[in-house]
């Protein structure tokens, strides 16, 4: 959830990086730090824990004065929140650095550098790259050429911001796995780790590609991969820079299910390498916790209990790990048996969630080996209270019906499959064809935003109807349950979601021509299993509306009025992008019978009551 920013201009840019790292608050973080190449071609730095008000405050004490910088919100991985852990870091009094991301050979680095002479006043992994960039500057003469002998030593994920005092005309970029954009300006440029936080100085921006070494200059970005020149696209953005607008969309959850391939991106961006889950993303104790973990128990509330349900399957099907999930208000008011080594985990958007805060603090009392919350709110309870943390990414979402919280929900719960089967029954090959499966997920998710005005059609034939039945099997059945959720809660249309195997042992009594009813039916092992279920729908006269990658064997079946045809995906990551036309589904029907999409009746963002 870390945030940089970066200038080089022609006048003094403290206010510039300040205002910067406000615009970048939405993303979470715990400390804050500004470094700056002054007049005197010194290197001068303020940090301080906490908000970006107190590193403010504290500016104003020490003020800073220069036209070269770099400035930081930092959440914690390695080391814990202090002034001393807070980017910038420094070596040498000669190079600052500011990185997000994580570096997995940090440890030897580490006692090479120490060998080397160097003093760590950080436990961040951070340090080793700004000391291990002073080392070759120091040998090389050359700030760029040391930048590159640095980064073919790094493993893992980064963005790096670097200046030094030798060079302070210059502003050096770097990219490997965690986003940065480049910001033209008039007589000053700029590097960040989101357009947002530029979007007040300019609309112009270069997205830095993967192993990308950009050297900015007031007037000049000279970019290079492998020492070879190379140009990038310049990208002029028209959006506004305002969270609580809703830009071109009617309501706020139409403009957040569309951002859900953005979302999805942010959320694996620096915790994914080529070929495996980055586990230190879990927190700086989350290997030495996970290589325990022998079980994993779930709690969340709501649309969070759905994600968890889900994780279940991927849990017990691909790591061979049991898993328990459960309400968290049933959970705090009976009797719980603790399996050795379990792992508790969860889940909520706010962080406030009432009931699942208390379960978190019921469960650091009775015996869990460990607790984690996977969360959106960087400063919430449930974070703060939590062994370790997940950060979702999602960005604010403003429609009490969660939508992008709930697909980087399950995202996370698929890199926490992956990071837990170490030990267990996930090979190096099934990892690594799931991270390459998730690099591609945003590009699927923005696909299958395309159905919009086939699916916006599709809601006209619910208008008038006052009941709905949601069909799925194995992972799929959560995203049934899901979608229904989804349309009772904006459109007040009561909706039940169910395992289509189940439809003898009662819903089926209810099925006739007034009952829509929504099958999932990606192409995997259970497609068949559920084709049958349609035929019994089809013969009690229901209307059925079928989500699927199999058209032809869906579309040949006489029992299927709508087919929607939804892109292909590994069936393992099927109930991500599968959960998405049923957001769309729910808010076009919504619209259409006037409802309050973003704030319907009787519900809350955040639950903070029993």
Excluded at 50 to 59: D, Q
Excluded at 279 to 288: M, Q, T, V
Excluded at 403 to 418: D, E, N
Excluded at 492 to 513: C, M, N, R, S, T
């Amino acid at each position: 959830m870390c945030g940089i920013v970066g200038a080089v201009a022609e006048r003094n840019i403290e206010n510039t990086l300040l205002e910067g790292l406000k615009r970048l608050e939405y993303r979470g973080y715990d400390s804050a730090g500004i470094a700056i190449i002054n007049v005197d071609n010194a290197l001068e730095r303020v940090r301080s824990v906490g908000k970006v008000k107190a590193l403010e405050t504290a500016l104003k004490q020490s003020k800073l004065t220069g036209k070269t910088g770099i400035a930081h919100t930092r959440w914690a991985t390695h080391g814990a929140p202090s002034e001393r852990n807070a980017h910038p870091l420094i070596s040498a009094n000669e190079i600052a650095l500011v990185h997000n991301g994580i570096i997995e050979n940090h440890d030897s680095l580490r006692t090479r550098l120490m060998a080397e002479g160097y003093e760590f006043t950080s436990d961040t992994d951070t340090e080793t790259v700004v000391h291990l960039l002073h080392l070759h500057f120091s040998r090389l003469g050359d700030l760029l050429e040391a930048t590159r002998a640095t980064i073919a030593e790094l493993q893992g994920a980064y963005a790096l911001g670097i200046v030094s005092s030798r060079h302070p005309e210059r502003l050096i970029a770097v990219r490997h796995g965690s986003p940065l954009v480049i910001g033209l300006g008039i007589g000053e440029n700029y590097i960040a780790s989101d357009p947002l936080a530029l979007l007040s100085l300019t609309s112009e921006f270069i997205y830095l590609e993967d192993n990308d070494i950009a050297v900015i200059t007031q007037k000049d970005v000279q970019i290079s991969v492998d020492g070879k020149t190379v140009q990038r696209k310049i990208h002029k953005l028209e959006i506004k820079n305002d969270i609580s607008d809703r830009g071109e969309h009617r309501h706020f959850m139409m403009k957040e299910i569309a951002e859900q391939p953005q979302a999805i991106a942010a959320n694996l961006d620096g915790r994914l390498g080529t070929k495996h889950i980055l586990e230190s993303a879990f927190g700086l104790k989350a290997k030495n916790i996970f290589d325990e973990i022998k079980h994993v128990q779930f709690v969340a509330c709501g649309t969070s209990y759905h994600a968890a349900q889900v994780a279940r399957y991927w849990l017990e099907g691909i790591a061979g790990i049991p898993c328990a999930v459960e309400v968290a208000s049933e959970f705090r008011y009976r009797k719980t048996v603790v399996q050795p080594n379990t792992l508790f985990v969860c889940l909520s958007q706010s962080g406030e969630t009432a009931d699942t805060l208390a379960a978190l603090r019921l469960a650091k009392k009775i015996g869990y080996a460990s607790t984690l919350a996977i969360c959106n709110v960087a400063e919430s309870s449930l974070v703060r209270e939590a062994d370790l943390h997940f950060m979702t990414r999602a960005g604010a979402e403003i429609g009490v019906a969660s939508t992008k919280a709930f697909t980087t929900q399950l995202t996370s719960l698929l890199m926490l499959t992956l990071a837990l089967g170490h030990k267990h029954q996930i090979s190096a090959e099934i990892e690594e064809h799931l991270v390459t499966q998730l690099h591609a997920l945003p590009q699927i998710a923005a696909a299958t935003l395309a159905l919009d005005p086939l699916i916006a059609k599709l809601a006209i034939k619910f208008a008038d109807k006052h009941h709905a039945l949601f069909l799925g099997r194995g992972a799929l059945y959560p995203v049934a349950l899901e979608g229904a959720l989804k349309l009772k809660e904006i459109s007040y249309i009561h909706a039940e979601g169910y395992p289509a195997g189940e439809l003898k042992h009662g819903p089926l009594a209810l099925v006739d021509k007034n009952m829509p009813v929504i099958a999932i039916a990606p192409n995997d092992d259970l497609l068949e299993k559920i084709k049958s279920n349609l035929h019994e729908v089809r013969a009690r006269g229901g209307e059925l509306f079928v989500f699927t990658d199999s058209t032809r064997e869906v579309g040949e079946n006489s029992a299927v009025n709508h087919v929607i045809e939804m892109p292909h995906i590994d069936p393992i990551l099927a109930p991500i992008i599968y959960t998405i036309p049923l957001q769309l589904l729910a808010y076009h029907v919504a619209v259409l019978k006037g409802t309050d999409v973003d704030q319907p009746r009787n519900l809350a963002k955040s639950v903070t009551v029993e």
